[in-house]
């Protein structure tokens, strides 16, 4: 027989419900080694189209971050269309 605690839960149960919180926003943020496999790009491609303002990025501090949904919308225009 199992005891219940005084939070009316069985012990030894865990509240799930804890990990599966959602979160305050869906935003994803890359580190610059992150990008680089997400585009199959050299780490240092990043850092040039960066260091060239190529690619938008945020810089905290020392600390360079891609947003995915804006690196995906750049990706786009990057788009090269066919003559047909």
């Known amino acids: ?3 219940v ?12 419900e804890r990990f599966n919180a959602p979160q305050m926003n869906d935003t994803k ?3 610059p080694s992150e990008l ?16 060239t ?9 020392r600390l360079t971050r891609f947003e995915k ?5 750049w990706m786009r225009t990057k788009k090269v269309e066919t003559y047909n």
């Open 5 to 16: 605690n005084s939070y009316g839960r069985v012990k030894g149960d865990i509240n799930y």
């Open 53 to 61: 303002k190529q690619i938008p990025f945020f810089k905290l501090s």
């Open 29 to 31: 943020y890359l580190s």
């Open 69 to 73: 949904n804006e690196i995906d919308r």
């Open 1 to 3: 027989m199992n005891s």
């Open 36 to 51: 680089a496999q997400y585009l199959s790009v050299s780490i240092h491609t990043i850092y040039l189209w960066t260091s």
